[in-house]
């Protein structure tokens, strides 16, 4: 049996892995700094919070900022006044670089790990951050150190973190459009995806690496307790949109990009918007947060 990956590995992969993927990253996930994007972001602080805020949070740092899908839709919706952006990654850093700058916005970007912060304390009003908590390896570190940047009455604030039921039931979508994906492709006149010398040795072989947590509702609501917050409430979003977006990811990860219609590329993403919408107004009111594929938390430093 392999010895577990150290953190300084884990912290490497991440880093290659999300150098490599930097590019592509927006059209493989679905990303969007238009009115959906800027819906579907809104949502989730909504949600987190149970309400929007009611005034603008002045300064806020997001930890892992990837590509920018929370800082520069949250800026644009003016939930935001000001915003520092920190990742592992300098790929990620300068393709949201890229997106701020054609969308007019104006972000700081500081490339740095999570577990050391380089910003004095309370320099903020929120911290906040999206799909990242599952990477990083020292996570009570971490979330001391959101503590100690948060000003006293700060919000802190994590979206899109993957419950362990919902990590594993994402298994069934994934398996079942391997099975599936070849019919797939005849049935769209799809090519099968060749493989890539390049992207097996640039970082992209790292995937497997970079994900160490997947939580339940009471690892995090500990985690935020031992830290210092007050207030904390954890709640779960996503189950039908992402056994779907599991599905189509697979199944169009199998196809060379170019060979897949705009057509399906529309279908499979308006399809799991609708999805999301039978999520948020039936099934996440009335099912406990553990059942869902994402959870949210929120809480205050006192």
């Not at 238009?34 to 740092?61: D, N, R």
């Not at 490339?111 to 320099?123: G, H, T």
Request: hydrophobic share 40%; charged share 25%.
């Amino acid at each position: 049996m392999p010895a577990p990956a150290t953190d300084d590995r884990i912290k490497e992969a991440n880093e290659l892995y999300h150098d490599a993927a930097a590019r592509e990253y927006d059209s493989k996930w679905g990303i969007d700094f238009g009115e959906t994007g800027q819906a579907q972001v809104g949502s989730k602080l909504e949600k987190a919070l149970g309400g929007w805020p009611a005034k603008p949070f002045e300064h806020g740092l997001e930890i892992g900022a990837g590509t920018g899908y929370f800082t520069l839709n949250l800026l644009q919706t003016g939930a935001l006044e000001k915003a520092t952006a920190t990742d592992l990654s300098p790929g990620m850093l300068r393709t949201l670089e890229s997106n701020a700058e054609q969308l007019g916005l104006e972000v700081e970007t500081v490339q740095s790990e999570a577990e050391q912060l380089p910003f004095d304390d309370a320099a903020f009003d929120l911290v906040f951050g999206h799909a990242v908590l599952h990477h990083i390896p020292d996570l009570d570190r971490a979330i001391a150190e959101f503590f100690r940047v948060l000003q006293p009455g700060g919000v802190l604030m994590f979206c899109g973190e993957p419950s362990r039921y919902g990590d594993r039931l994402a298994w069934l979508p994934k398996h079942a459009a391997l099975a599936a994906a070849p019919l797939w492709r005849r049935a769209l006149g799809a090519s099968a995806r060749e493989p890539n010398p390049e992207q097996e040795s640039d970082g992209h072989e790292l995937e497997g690496e970079v994900d160490v947590h997947a939580f339940s509702p009471g690892d995090l609501r500990d985690q935020a307790s031992r830290a210092g917050f007050a207030a904390i409430h954890v709640s779960g979003e996503e189950m039908l949109a992402n056994l779907h977006g599991w599905m189509m990811r697979t199944l169009e990860g199998s196809a060379e990009p170019d060979s897949v219609s705009w057509r399906w590329r529309n279908f499979a993403f308006r399809s799991y918007l609708a999805l999301q919408k039978v999520d948020t107004r039936l099934l996440e009111p009335r099912l406990p947060p553990s059942l869902f594929y994402n959870l949210l938390v929120s809480a205050r430093k006192p």
